[in-house]
């Protein structure tokens, strides 16, 4: 077989487009990383003067749109994981960011691909409407490690009050779901200050684009994790 032949050539060919590919992906990756911090940088800023126009305009602009869901009556539908404020909502918008769910399958089944920074992982921010009214928005990111556990960060704005059993206005919580599901959830209400509201919407995406990853939530939310940890050991 000489170097020329048709077969070298054409493995050339698969390999050269193997590389552009990847390459594609790394920056697509990258691009997207940025896309979901400067939505999530928007979003925090939002008020309870926010009128389902300005949503609209607001999701345009990142390529959003309004998500379609059945009556909040239909109670088999946990549309916020238990918030409640915000499953009264009867409008909801959401922006997507990350890699399409197609990529995120071939990410998940080729973990080698993490040398490359390529990991599964998605982010999302949504606001909750009720006649026509803010009643809360949310900002999430997800990613998955090669053994297949998930990394999940989420935060939740609330213009109303938290649905605790005291006056919080910042409220963090940390735990495992089914072995394999590391969650940090926060919610801050409309009363909390600009300084909690800042930590708690201060989002730090960049692990999932470096070959090692997110190792938990707390890489994600970082100033939050740390108020997790103070609020942990003063209570133990």
Known sequence: ????????????????????????AIILDHHERRRAQHVAAQ????????????????????????????????????????ISPCSDADAVYAISSGPKYKLNRILAHFPGLDRLGLHPWDASASLFFKSQKLICFSETARTWQPNGDAVFAQVYMIFSPLPTSDAKTYNVSSLRLRGNIYRL???????????????????????????????????????????YLQTRAATN
């Open 185 to 227: 959830e926060v919610s801050v209400s409309s009363k909390s200050t600009v300084e909690e509201r800042e930590r708690a919407f201060t989002l730090d995406l960049r692990c999932v684009t470096t070959s090692a990853g997110c190792a938990s939530p707390g890489e994600i939310m970082p100033l939050s994790w740390q108020r």
């Open 43 to 82: 979003i925090k800023l939002l008020g309870i003067e926010t009128t389902g126009i300005d949503a609209t305009q607001i999701i345009q602009g990142f390529g959003g749109r309004k998500v379609e869901f059945p009556s909040p009556k239909d109670r088999s539908v946990n549309l916020v994981l238990g």
């Open 1 to 24: 077989m000489t170097k020329n032949s048709p077969i070298h050539k054409i493995v050339g060919s698969v390999l050269v487009l193997v590389v552009l590919a990847l390459l594609g």
